[in-house]
């Protein structure tokens, strides 16, 4: 059984999947609010979409969007759910808070349409090599049956992680451990630097031991040559880690350096040191508190 799709959102990430949809041969139809963003994705073979409520034309609807309210408006300004949505399936692969997960699927419902969390880890580039992993989870097994078959389709696995809302929590407590796991990278990058020690060395080092991580090697390029192209902004990293932040706030659980880690991309956002830069640029923050100017280098 192979579902048609709808997808809605083709920021980077959402480009990027349906490129793997396309490879895997399915009927995709696509719809972005700025509508230029879909012409690439035509031009290797998908339907545009020229209105959301088109989607209801399809088997599953997919949406990749910023944020809460970007999946708010979807469900209850973009004309989605007013379209013929009964019995399709809706899968959500923003990263975005319990809350608004469960207002969407509370839509979803009211509208007939069974809802399932499906946030990725892995960035684009991730995304095209179909190494990006899922959580997945929702209140309707065949729903949730569904999207496995379709973000298969995307990535190297998907993890079904149980009811409701579960695998927002588990993609918030994923990105939180990246969150500090970056800046804590710069943290060291910079003190290597400042003890004489090339930043290249270091990274190869610590990319094979314990500590080192599909995220170390990624990240490694950015620390040693100090070119940050975009895989994720810092402002949207800080989200993440809002989120989580303020789903500890609500039960009372503290995280110590989750906070002290948000200060920092609020930092790094504020100052406009990292505009129109991947969050790795934590590194030219660290760097500058220090007093001190990196170099680039060339890797080890
Ligand atoms: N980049 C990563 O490495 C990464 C990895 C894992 C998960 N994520 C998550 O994936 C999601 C998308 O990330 P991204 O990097 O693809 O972001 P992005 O490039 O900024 O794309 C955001 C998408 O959301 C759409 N959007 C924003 N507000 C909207 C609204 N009110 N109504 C309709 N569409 C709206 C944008 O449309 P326009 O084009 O019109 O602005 C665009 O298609 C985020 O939740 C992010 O946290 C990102």
């Given at each position: 059984m192979s579902e048609t799709i709808a997808w809605i959102g083709l920021g980077r990430m959402g480009t990027a999947m349906v490129e793997r949809l396309l490879a895997a041969g399915r009927d995709v139809g696509v719809w972005n609010r700025t509508a230029s963003k879909a012409d690439v994705l035509v031009a290797a073979g998908a339907t545009r979409l020229d209105a959301v409520a088109d989607a209801a034309r399809y088997d599953v609807i997919v949406t990749m969007v910023s944020d809460d309210a970007a999946l708010r408006t979807i469900h209850s300004e973009s004309g989605l759910l007013n379209g013929p949505v009964a019995g399709r399936v809706w899968i959500d692969c923003s990263t975005v808070s319990v809350?608004?997960?469960?207002a969407a699927a509370a839509a979803a419902r009211a509208a007939g349409a069974a809802y399932v969390s499906a946030p990725v880890s892995g960035n684009p580039g991730v995304v095209h090599t179909g190494n990006a992993i899922f959580a997945i989870s929702g209140d309707d097994e065949a729903a949730v049956d569904a999207a496995e078959r379709v973000m298969s389709d995307i990535g190297r696995k998907v993890y079904r992680v149980g009811p409701g809302?579960?695998?927002n929590v588990v993609k918030l407590c994923t990105n939180a451990v990246l969150s500090v796991i970056m800046q804590s990278l710069a943290e060291v990058a910079v003190l290597a630097d400042g003890l004489g020690v090339r930043r290249a060395q270091l990274m190869e080092f610590i990319n094979d031991s314990a500590v080192g991580s599909p995220l170390t090697r990624y990240k490694t390029p950015n620390i040693v040559e100090l070119e940050f192209p975009q895989t994720f902004s810092p402002f949207g990293q800080r989200k993440d880690?809002?989120?989580a932040l303020?789903?500890?706030s609500d039960k009372e659980?503290?995280?110590p350096v989750l906070s002290a880690t948000e200060v920092e991309y609020s930092r790094l956002v504020a100052?406009?040191?990292?505009?129109g830069l991947d969050y790795a640029a934590l590194v030219l923050q660290v760097a500058r508190d220090a007093g001190m100017q990196l170099r680039p280098e060339r890797a080890a």
């Open positions: 809350e608004a997960a469960l809302a579960s695998a880690i809002r989120l303020a789903a500890a659980i503290p995280m100052s406009g040191l990292g505009e």
